[in-house]
C-alpha cells in the first residue's frame, strides 16, 4: 500500500498502525473464491467481497482488547490524550473487521477464548507447527540454562537473570532488543550474553541446555516445543500458551507464579534426568508441519463446500 513508502523512512510501526484500517478501507476488493489470512491485528478488515474469508488468529489486537496497558507504554506521555480516543475508534473498527471474518481458526485455546470474549465469535484450535525435521537434538548437555527470544519489557526475563546472578548459575542469553541494555546491568558474571543467533546456534543452545526458561506469557509460543525437539525440558509459568505447550513434570516444570522465590527454588533442586529425552521429542512432533496441514487444509475444504453449497 501507499503506506510502505512512509515506513521505509520511518522504519517504525507504531507511528502508522493508525492509517491502517483506513488504507485497508479504501484497498481493492480482492478476486478470490477463499481469502486464508494470518493476523495478530489488521488485516481481518480487508475486502475480501464475495470470498470466504478464514482468518489463522494468532490473538486478538493485543494492544486494543489484550495488553492496552502496555500499548500506552509505547506511546510518547504527551500523547496519551491522543491515543485514548484513536484507540476508542479502532477498537469499534477492529470489531466490525472481526464481524467480516467467516471463521476464525486459533493458535491456542487461550487464543480462543480470547476470540469468544472480544469478538463473541467461535473458532477452531489449529496449533502452530515447528520444524522437526529441523529442530533436534545436537550435542550433549552443559552446564547451563537458556532464556531466548526478543528482550523486551515485561516477559520476566529480569527475573531469570537476577535469580541465576544470585545463585551464580551460569545462564545462556540469546537474542536482542530494546531491554538488553537492563539486562545487562542487573547481570552478575554467571550471564552470558549471545546476542542474535542464527537458527543452527540455537538448535545447538538448546540441545546443550539443562533447561530452557520460558518465563513469559505467550498467546501460545513456539520456544518450549523447539527445545523439546532438541531434547531439553523447559521452565514456565502456567498461564496461556505455556499451559499448552508444556506438560508439567514430564516435558518440564510449570510454576503457578513466576518470581525470585519460585524459579530460585526449582533451579536449585532442578534434575533434567527426570525428563526423558523420548518424551519431549515425542511431545514435540504434536506440533509437526504435516499435522499442521492436514488439519488447515481439512477445515478450509469443509468450510469451502459448506459456504458455497449454501450460498447455492
Known sequence: SWLQKPYELLQSFQWLFAFIPFVLATSKTLSADVILSASSSFIKGLNKGPALHINYCHTPTRFLWVDPEHAYKEIPSYLHWLAKPVFHLMRNWDLRSANKVDYFIANSKE??????????RDSEVIYPFVDTSFWKPMGDEQDYYLIAGRLQYAKGLDVVVKVCTKL???????GTGRYQDELKRIAGPSVKFLGR????????????????????????GLMPIEAAACGTPSIGVAKAGSLETIIDNETGKLLAELNESTLAETLRSWDNQHYQTETLINHSRNFSK???????????????HEHFHRSA
Open 111 to 120: 487464543v480462543q477464548n480470547r476470540i469468544r470474549q472480544f469478538y463473541k
Open 168 to 174: 551464580n548459575l551460569p545462564l545462556h542469553v540469546a
Open 197 to 220: 543467533v542464527s537458527d543452527e546456534e540455537l538448535r545447538i543452545q538448546y540441545s546443550e541446555a539443562k533447561a530452557f526458561i520460558y518465563p513469559q506469557v505467550e498467546d501460545f
Open 290 to 304: 504435516t499435522i499442521f496441514q492436514e488439519k488447515l487444509s481439512a477445515f478450509v475444504t469443509t468450510k469451502y
